[in-house]
């Protein structure tokens, strides 16, 4: 074996394709390259983190809250903290459970367990998180936030 890749050894091979990211003129196929343009920076949001975040760098999990109730699976846990003192948090649905999308209490899921005292920045959305909504924001059908301080 060489270490090379391909699909007669069984591994299915997706070469990236940076060309499908340039703009076309018909409006369907702008919105699949916008579409794409918009995965492909959440995904080097996330691949950033990873190679810079120090709580990443440590293996110390703990997990904060874990909700089987009533159809939900939703968890929470922690990374970190760092040798800087950071921490990451993921918050991740697992179910089809949302919470409300009207104003108030029911419009926020609560971690009772989240580390207080500290800024919060969300990854995914590229958006700071104000201290009084730090662990108690909407969460959406399968889907997961990641928080860094």
Same mark, same amino acid.
Request: glycine share 8%; proline share 5%; charged share 20%.
């Given at each position: 074996?060489?270490?090379?890749? @391909?699909?007669?050894?069984?591994?299915?091979?997706?070469?990236?394709?940076?060309?499908?990211?340039?703009?076309?003129? =018909?409006?369907?196929?702008?919105?699949?390259?916008?579409?794409?343009?918009?995965?492909?920076? *959440?995904?080097?949001?996330?691949?950033?983190?990873?190679?810079?975040?120090?709580?990443?760098?440590?293996?110390?999990?703990?997990?904060?809250?874990?909700?089987?109730?009533?159809?939900? +699976?939703?968890?929470?846990?922690? +990374?970190?903290?760092?040798?800087?003192? @950071?921490?990451?948090?993921?918050?991740?649905?697992?179910?089809?459970?949302?919470?409300?999308?009207?104003?108030?209490?029911?419009?926020? *899921?609560?971690?009772?367990?989240?580390? @207080?005292?500290?800024?919060? +920045? =969300?990854?995914?959305?590229?958006?700071?998180?104000?201290?009084?909504?730090?662990? +108690?924001?909407?969460?959406?059908?399968? =889907?997961? =936030?990641?928080?860094?301080?």
């Amino acid at each position: 074996m060489n270490g090379n890749v @391909s699909q007669d050894g069984g591994k299915q091979v997706a070469p990236v394709h940076f060309e499908l990211l340039d703009n076309v003129k =018909e409006p369907v196929q702008q919105a699949a390259v916008l579409l794409r343009q918009d995965l492909l920076a *959440y995904v080097s949001r996330l691949v950033h983190l990873r190679t810079s975040s120090r709580a990443l760098g440590v293996n110390d999990t703990s997990f904060l809250h874990v909700d089987f109730n009533d159809g939900k +699976r939703v968890l929470a846990w922690q +990374r970190g903290p760092g040798s800087d003192g @950071s921490l990451v948090v993921v918050l991740a649905n697992f179910s089809d459970f949302s919470t409300d999308t009207s104003i108030g209490s029911s419009a926020e *899921y609560v971690v009772p367990n989240w580390p @207080s005292g500290r800024s919060w +920045r =969300e990854i995914t959305q590229q958006r700071n998180v104000p201290a009084n909504f730090a662990g +108690r924001e909407p969460i959406f059908a399968w =889907e997961a =936030e990641v928080y860094v301080s």
